[in-house]
């Protein structure tokens, strides 16, 4: 199924291959899928216990990144290829909350947990430097700095939203409710939320943005 868009750093400044090695996300099961751009070609996965580095050329496992005390429960990634940072959201209880680290693995960090219980989805504004974020048991759409700093809600009133998509470019926040099966989207400040798609959805997981076609 095709998932999560959170695109890394440098859109419309980079070569056109640049975001489709850099920027796609996918979901496989509880797998959470994100490509990275390097002199070959790599997928970060996000597998609940783990998150690792995948070879698009053979399928192989490069390197496991993350494993043991820094993950628990993973189900969302998130790249910023120009400044170095992967981002994943953490469900299990212990652990709830959205971290991050360098692309090797190294420097991770908590970022927010408080007011955090279910965090879906992570979606990275790179013009900016902001993480958006679905929480499914509040129902809203959280924001804050790469740091965690400066935290607010955007959206509240949602059923159980999963997938989020931002497209930073243009403005605009684009997200799944699985218990209302509609898509929406916004502007990034919350303002001018409108419903997408409300009919034909069973269960509306996970988005990309086709940034080259709009």
């Known amino acids: 199924m095709i998932g999560n868009m959170a695109a890394g750093r440098g859109y419309g400044r980079r070569p056109a291959g640049f975001m489709a090695t850099a920027a796609l996300l996918l979901a496989v099961g509880i797998s959470t899928v994100a490509a990275g751009s390097s002199d070959a070609p790599y997928?970060?996965?996000?597998?609940?216990?783990?998150?690792?580095?995948?070879?698009?050329?053979?399928?192989?496992v490069l390197e496991v990144l993350l494993s043991g005390e820094d993950i628990q429960r993973a189900v969302a990634v998130g790249v910023d290829i120009a400044d170095n940072w992967l981002f994943w959201?953490?469900?299990?209880?212990?652990?709830?909350?959205?971290?991050?680290?360098?692309?090797?693995?190294?420097e991770v960090q908590l970022l927010a947990s408080e007011d955090i219980y279910e965090p879906n989805a992570v979606g990275v504004d790179w013009?900016?430097?902001?993480l958006y974020l679905t929480d499914a048991q509040q129902g809203t759409i959280e924001v804050m700095k790469y740091d965690g700093s400066s935290k607010k809600t955007v959206i509240t009133g949602l059923d159980i939203p999963r997938g989020?998509?931002?497209?930073?470019?243009?403005?605009y926040l684009?997200?799944?409710?699985?218990?209302?099966?509609?898509?929406?989207?916004?502007?990034?400040?919350?303002s001018d939320r409108e419903v997408l798609v409300d009919e034909g959805l069973f269960w509306p997981n996970e988005m990309v943005i086709d940034y080259r076609n709009k």
């Open 43 to 60: 997928l970060l996965v996000a597998n609940a216990s783990a998150v690792s580095k995948i070879s698009l050329e053979n399928g192989y």
């Open 89 to 106: 959201t953490d469900v299990n209880y212990d652990r709830r909350g959205i971290y991050r680290a360098r692309l090797d693995g190294t």
């Open 127 to 130: 013009l900016a430097n902001n």
């Open 164 to 171: 989020i998509a931002v497209d930073p470019a243009n403005g």
């Open 174 to 190: 684009y997200w799944g409710d699985q218990g209302k099966k509609t898509i929406e989207r916004a502007r990034m400040d919350g």
